[in-house]
């Protein structure tokens, strides 16, 4: 019996049939060329999507020019002679029995010159407050040739032979900026009133209309609420919608934000599931074309009961079908237990900013046609040393491939410094990944080990032909005067015995990991002093986390010192430089030191010397983060 009758309950959007209501939103991949041809690899990404069993998928959000370009390696559609590429990125979605759609969208003042190679442009001489760079105010003229771009892109999706088209109205982009009050400040017909502002989104929607046919389905991406002062909020959004309506779409996809609040674009796990959905559910109440929801929808659970309650007609899934692209499959088959849960790290996003997609959780995302699972011609003898991520993803990669792995684990539960990870406040979502990789080790054939530390005198008795070492690493104490006399814990002991810090606890380092430690110890109504050499805290996280993270310790009156390096430790305090100069901080009943980690391999070097294959994987090598360690994992087990 399907346990998600309203999610997989057919469905139709003019002329656009899928089998269930998911939707994959567009979310950015960067795997284009730098002339916004798409690749191979892209269309890898999105045909394991498509086999996976999503309703529709929507293409990422595809530039019409090059002026409107926003990253480096932007999808364009701009001219006739991308058509085949997109042509062959449908026809594989169709042959996979899936269905597409494709966004197109114009970047606006949320770019900048040394992208597009050419001014940037918007409705008014505002700079967007994250770019900061100042825009040419677009003419009468010029608006008027953007508007004819966007039906000839409009007409290239439809010659590829995608399924319908997805104008992007949302996320501060530049239709979006016509809209708001917070980016257009024009005093012609085209800025002012709402009705003012509407006219060249309409304009677009009208134009690419008449274009395609009234046929071929229109969907517009729409945020409701901008979360800025000044911004659009819900009323306007419902007049918007309701114009959008008369003037030709065919359905209405809800999101939220733009660059200026884009701590939230992209919900982490410091906000609700489901953040947007009552957005979508105000827009649904004033039109009767379908409306798509989105929102840090991560669990077939949570999108089932949105539709249950009528609150949406269909829901977007996105970080959550980068981690896992058969999350539909899946759920419809009842394996709920078997699907990769998204733990909402942002890390997809990072990595993005960074250079392209990647997932936390999901190595193969974006690396679909080289990161292969074959079965060994050869099976050997693995044993895997240590039980954190890095180590049982590479127990599971080894065994499923044929190998005969033994997984080796100190502690009582396998889960490694990643269970201490999911302890500060909203982050239990990372306790999730640690128990789908138990289930999948427990349906393998893996000898675990748990409360069974390796020693090489075990080799005396046995050998196996790999080891992997994946013992990660170890809290790092920095070399400072007076440490060793100074009553000072590491982040591990803080986390996992809290009760022996006392009341008022100074933690020195305020990167990511400082900062949760605060978090978590003031959360339990502890006073906690917090002391950063650089000019902001957690520096090193995603800026979502940041953001959150920066808020909650104001809110609970956490000290916070940043610009201010620790000097020397005394029995009954620290000496730190600040700006003014030299000051001792004292009075706390105990030092939290979060100033990093080490490798922990001393074995390294005698196992290589008796084992014919010793790998390092994970924080055993360097100190990082899990998406690392996952695939370093999944790389070294693929090479065995």
Known sequence: MNSFPELFRPFQISTLRIPNRLVMPPMATNFAAADGTISERQIAYYLRRAQGGVGYITFEHTGILPQGKASPNMALIDKDEKI????????????????????????????????????????????????????????KEEIQKIVVAFAQAAKRVQAAGADGVEIHMAHGYLLAQF??????????EYGGSLENRMSVPLQVLRAVR?????????????????YVDGGLKINESKEIAQNLEKNGADALHISACLAASAYLNHPPYYAPEGIFVPLAQEIKSVVSIPVITVGRIRTPHLANQILKEGKADLVSMGRALIADP???????????????????????ILAIRRGALQC?????????????????????????????????????????????????????ELGGQFLLAALPPHKAVLREFITYLQGQLAKLPINI?????????????????????????KPLLPDLPGIKEAKTFSVWEALSQPQLLGSRILIVGGGG????????????????????????????????????????????????????????????????????????????????????????????????????????????????????????????????
């Not at 042959?95 to 409705?123: D, E, F, W, Y």
């Not at 409360?451 to 790999?466: I, Q, Y």
């Not at 020397?568 to 939290?592: M, N, T």
Request: with cysteine; aromatic share 4%; charged share 20%.
């Open 179 to 188: 809209l708001s009050p917070f980016s257009n400040q024009r005093n012609d």
């Open 84 to 139: 085949p590429f997109f042509q062959k990125l449908t026809s594989a979605i169709h042959r996979a029995g899936a269905k597409i759609v494709i966004q197109i969208n114009h970047a606006g003042r949320q770019t900048s010159a040394s992208i597009t190679g050419l001014p940037i442009v918007a409705p008014s001489p505002l700079p967007c407050p994250v770019r900061q760079e100042m825009p040419h105010p677009l003419s």
């Open 326 to 348: 058969d999350l539909p499959q899946k759920a419809c088959h009842g394996k709920t237990e078997e699907i990769t849960p998204c733990i909402s790290c942002n890390r997809c």
């Open 513 to 640: 990991i400082g900062a949760e430690v605060a978090d978590y110890l003031s959360e339990r109504g502890q006073k906690v002093t917090l002391i950063e050499m650089r000019e902001g805290l957690a520096l090193d996280l995603v800026f979502h986390l940041q953001h959150f993270l920066n808020l909650r310790l104001k809110s609970k009156g956490v000290q916070i010192l940043t610009s201010t390096k620790a000097v020397r430790f005394a029995p009954d305090g620290l000496w730190v430089e600040d700006q003014q100069g030299l000051k001792k901080l004292s009075g706390y009943d105990a030092i939290v030191i979060a100033m990093g980690a080490t490798p922990q391999n001393e074995l390294a070097p005698i196992l290589k010397d008796k084992i014919p294959e010793v790998y390092i994987i994970g924080d055993a090598v360097k100190p990082r983060e899990v998406m690392e360690a996952i695939l370093e994992a999944t790389e070294t087990a693929l090479k065995i």
């Open 210 to 226: 008449q274009t395609v046919g009234p046929q071929f389905p229109i969907i517009c991406r729409l945020s409701a609420d901008e």
């Open 360 to 412: 936390a959780v999901n190595p193969e995302a974006g690396r679909e046609n080289s990161l292969l699972l074959s079965q060994t011609n050869s099976p050997k003898r693995v044993w895997v040393i240590g039980g954190g991520p890095a180590g049982m993803k590479a127990a599971e990669i080894a065994a499923r491939r044929g190998h005969r792995v033994t997984l080796y684990e100190a502690q009582k």
């Open 449 to 473: 080990l748990v409360e069974h530390a390796f020693s090489p005198s075990l080799l005396e008795k046995d050998k196996p032909d790999v080891i992997i070492l994946a013992t990660g690493s």
